[in-house]
């Protein structure tokens, strides 16, 4: 027994609303029991192994979204409401930058950027001057802050859902479009 489409949807929004007052719930206590706690900007090691290091993930990761952005085959998209056969799927083909319509090439851009601006702060912490400006230290933090995070979630994501779920339907074409060097490397 199966719920209807319109009691469906209507779970599924209080369930996501739900889940973002826990979430906003659980933040607005930790900040009023821990308060505001600055990142120090100022704590990083420096070497030029980590240099290095972070310049060929920048330069590797930009030729990879370049190689993503100039594949002339489309990103296929197939959109259906789930319990709602009323609604006809939809189908669109994604060329170049609206390849970007994936949250993981989206991540993929920003830690691209991190390793860049990573790269051009050790070698300005390496030049023997003053600390890089405020305004690049504060960019590094939240760019990290954002990266690390997403690319478990992105591994986890393709790793224990796409990849099982789609070997699971007998995809196996788009099984195989999975494993290629890019995604994977993405």
Known sequence: MGMSGDRQAKTNWICCVALVCLTLGLCLWWLGSHGL???????RVVSWPLACFHATIAILAALLLRSAYMDKLPLVSKYTVHGRPDIPEVTHAFYHSGRWTTFTLWCNTVGAVYFGVAFCADVWMMSGGPLPPYALRLVLAILWEITFPMAFL?????????????????????LAILLRWRPQCL
Not at 160 to 168: D, E, I, M, R
């Open 154 to 174: 992105v591994n986890l994501v393709v790793s224990f859902v796409l990849v099982p779920a789609t070997k699971k339907a007998g995809q196996l074409d788009k």
């Open 37 to 43: 706690q600055p990142v120090e900007l100022n704590a």
